[in-house]
């Protein structure tokens, strides 16, 4: 009531309230902060008006925590694809919130594999090259890390892993997390016999029941009769697969 300042707000760390009735200070930092608040001062009076003549400067400290980095992974990709992962997302800054990526430096850790390694602005890895695998790429502006794997690649990359280093403090997580990226596997078709049939009879034989998908089943309408050369009858399902076909001179497969 009498003009007196008794709180205010700093920008990117924290709101600071002085309580009149109890003479206490009370700073609470935004999410995310967890640096050390910019020093502040005051002045007093007494009763009689009488006003100090140096301020006082308060300050606070806070122990450093290190940030957590956490284990990612995104697994049965379609073959082929780029895989994105916000690694960001499951990390934690030692004010237990979640960081943005300005919030955070984002490092990967190099294998000794690596090519091509791609700096950020701090001069931190953001990126590179597994020859004979893809290319990893992470986005400082969104927290995203992609990897693209090369043409024809259909296996599962190298496990990489990153550190994060918390801006406000300069600390560095204690333990790297990895991130593991998987991708769906191809169905394997196995050869099939039928031996020692009686001449002229009709001959069935399941041709799926020996194929194997490690993460996955087979799909019997999805089989794809190869045509022999000089084939007539072909005869093709609803989404165009071949399941039948005539070999002159020999007799019919369906």
């Not at 992470?138 to 890390?145: A, V, W």
Request: aromatic share 6%; no cysteine; net charge negative.
């Amino acid at each position: 009531n009498d003009g007196d300042v008794i709180g205010f707000t700093v920008a990117n760390e924290g709101t600071w309230s002085y309580d009149e009735v109890t003479g206490e200070i009370s700073f609470i930092p935004i999410s995310g902060f967890t640096g050390d608040p910019t020093d502040i001062s005051y002045i007093v009076s007494d009763n009689d008006g009488n006003v100090a003549t140096t301020p006082a400067s308060i300050n606070i400290e806070y122990a450093d925590t290190p940030p957590v980095a956490t284990n990612d992974e995104d697994l049965a990709n379609a073959i082929g694809s780029s895989v994105t992962i916000n690694t960001l997302n499951n990390d934690i800054l030692g004010d237990s919130s979640t960081p943005s990526p300005s919030d955070v430096t984002f490092d990967l850790v190099v294998p000794g594999t690596a090519t091509v390694p791609v700096l950020g602005v701090g001069g931190n890895t953001i990126g590179f090259t597994i020859v004979g695998e893809g290319v990893w790429l992470y986005d400082e502006s969104t927290g995203e890390l992609e990897f693209t794997p090369e043409l024809n690649y259909e296996g599962d990359p190298t496990v990489v892993q990153y550190n994060i280093t918390d801006v406000d403090t300069g600390v560095v997580s204690t333990t790297p997390a990895d991130v593991t990226i998987t991708y769906q596997d191809r169905p394997v078709a196995v050869n099939d016999e039928s031996l020692n049939n009686a001449q002229g009879s009709t001959v069935s034989l399941n041709i799926v029941s020996n194929d194997t998908d490690t993460d996955g089943t087979i799909d019997p309408t999805t089989v794809n009769l190869s045509t022999p050369v000089g084939a007539t009858d072909v005869i093709t399902s609803n989404d165009g697969d071949v399941i039948g076909f005539t070999v002159a001179n020999e007799g019919t497969w369906s």
